[in-house]
């Protein structure tokens, strides 16, 4: 009868795509990729958890993500593709529901990674997406996403022109020496939470997430004291070689990154977008924040091993926390 209700068949099974469709949904098994077709680029991705070990020696529990044949890296294993290609990110049933955003991209609701806008996952699960520009991205866990990001949860996401790697964007620079640089704090208390501490609908939780107290500075995991000898804080390049920083500001407090003016740093992108025109840097200094990404070009003039020093910055008082560094060795 026109207007009447239809009643509903509790016999029936609910529709997958419509109840994983609202904020904080745990769904039993996650649901098919919609309109999925074979990819271009396809990448695998497993959670684990490790310890960062620092020059105190204290170490300190992380977890991120891996390709399963992969060591245990940190922070988590790149994804790098070219640009026009349509990617698949298959990420792999965890003991705790994780999901995987990729910041900067832009992709369907439903392949976001957002859980108030689709589901966590709790069962495998592949984002389908395309990398339609080139740039400096990123991924991470977008679940109880201040806490897991926190401990560790993000990587590099890089997409290179067509022609691929020694070139930054289509018509853009070309380089010989690449860098991937995250700051990244780590507050050791954070490691008594639980995966869902600070989440709203945590009953009876009291978790204060905006309390970050970090004694832990680092580059890609590494602190001051190691990384002169870190392969992950160190490139080697001769004179007038241009390197290709890519920047990620993984850190919670704010950065500014102070570069030795024989360096010579130019800014040509910012979160994946070009600048109006390449910039060199006022007083060779950058002030970054919370998962800003950066695409530099140094050209080194003078040999020397050229040392960047990252400040890590009270948020609110601007008060300096500590310093890490890395280094530009040139010939």
Known sequence: MAGSLVPIDQNRPADLTQSVHFGHNYPEESPETPGRVRPDAAFER???NDKLEF??????????FKDPDADKPFPATPIRVRQGQIVHTTIEAAINVHTIHHHGI?????NDGVPDTSFNVSSDYTY????????TFFYHCHRNAPLHVQMGMFGYLVIDPPSGPGTLYVGGPQYDVEA?????????SWRDYNHASGEEDAIGDRTRLNRF??????????????SRNSAKTTVRARVGQRVLLRHLTGAYFVNVV???????????MSDGELLPAPTPLPDNRLETTTAERYDLILTPSAVGTHTLTYEFRHWLTGALAGTATAHVIVT
Do not use: C
């Open 106 to 110: 832009e992709p369907s609701t439903f």
């Open 46 to 48: 497993k959670v684990f």
């Open 55 to 64: 020059s105190d020696g204290e170490d300190v529990e992380y977890w991120t």
């Open 213 to 226: 107290r970090p004694r832990y500075f680092t580059i890609n995991g590494v602190d001051a004291r190691r």
């Open 180 to 188: 991937m640089w995250a700051t990244y704090d780590i507050d050791p």
């Open 128 to 135: 389908q997406w395309r990398a339609s520009r080139a740039g």
């Open 258 to 268: 102070r570069f030795p003016a024989a360096l010579n740093p130019v800014v040509h």
